[in-house]
């Protein structure tokens, strides 16, 4: 399967003051700024619970999604460092928040010429 880039936006940081100005969030181990990409899953059984999810990603610029396949509307990602941490959210719902360190349009299933096994 794989998913598809719908956009990048800044991550804003959480403020309990209202009126505190917007801040874009930084990540607190590297102090890059945080992304959020927001990804469709191509997969069709992901459709019943919310094709869409999204990825925060630490850079620092705004990342640039990969170019569109021609004719296609959105541009397929794999997402570089990714990780999977699963919580329980406010309503005791089991969420996962996902994490990555870049992205990158997305490679083919084989290993170049020179990293192939052989036979022994």
């Known amino acids: 399967m794989g ?3 719908l956009g990048v936006e800044p991550s804003m940081a959480f403020s309990d003051n209202p009126a505190a100005p ?10 890059q700024l ?3 990409v927001r990804a469709l899953d191509a997969n069709e059984d992901a459709a019943r619970f919310g094709a869409e999810f999204k990825v925060k990603v630490t850079a620092d ?10 004719g296609f509307p959105f541009a397929a990602v794999e997402f570089e460092g990714l990780t999977v941490t699963p ?8 969420a996962h ?3 990555a360190t870049g992205m990158r349009a997305p490679t083919t299933g084989r290993k ?9």
């Open 3 to 5: 998913a598809f880039v």
């Open 22 to 31: 917007k801040q874009q969030e930084r990540d607190k181990e590297t102090g």
């Open 34 to 36: 945080v992304w959020i």
């Open 61 to 70: 610029h705004q990342p640039v999604p990969p170019e569109k396949a021609n």
């Open 87 to 94: 919580y329980a959210n406010a309503k005791g719902r089991i």
């Open 97 to 99: 928040s996902f994490r």
């Open 112 to 120: 170049p010429a020179g990293e192939q096994k052989t036979a022994a």
